[in-house]
């Protein structure tokens, strides 16, 4: 058995301030009766707005998780990617202290007698 009723039950706000929206529209010759169905209107739009509020919700937030969710894969993969590129820094360190040690040597290495 379902533990609750599948007929929806308005919350206590919704119905007084169907209420009170229904108390302020009456017209002096409307009968109980016919405040009573209106009133009851009023809460019908109120838990329908309501709904759809809540749907418009959880579709943005749907939208919103799809949304982080590329950019975090993409961060992840450049990080993955860094060690793979080679940079050119290293390399002009290289060149640049074999042409220093090659102009020591010929500078330096005739006076040494090496």
């Known amino acids: 058995m379902a533990r609750y ?3 929806d039950t308005a919350s206590e706000h919704s119905k ?7 108390k302020g529209i009456q017209k002096p010759a409307q009968t109980k009766e016919q405040t009573k169905l209106v ?8 838990e329908l707005y309501k709904k759809q509020q809540k749907s418009k ?6 939208l919103l998780k799809k949304a982080k969710q590329p950019q ?9 990617k860094e060690p793979h590129t080679s940079p ?3 390399w002009v360190l290289l060149l640049i202290s074999w042409l220093g040690f090659a102009v020591c040597e010929l500078t330096f290495g005739n006076k040494l007698g090496l």
């Not at 919700?57 to 749907?62: M, Q, S």
């Open 5 to 7: 009723s599948k007929k």
């Open 16 to 22: 007084t301030e169907a209420m009170a929206i229904a």
């Open 39 to 46: 009133t009851q209107g009023i809460q019908k739009g109120i």
């Open 57 to 62: 919700a959880r579709e943005l937030d749907k």
């Open 72 to 80: 975090i894969e993409t961060s992840i993969t450049e990080e993955g």
């Open 88 to 90: 050119k820094l290293p």
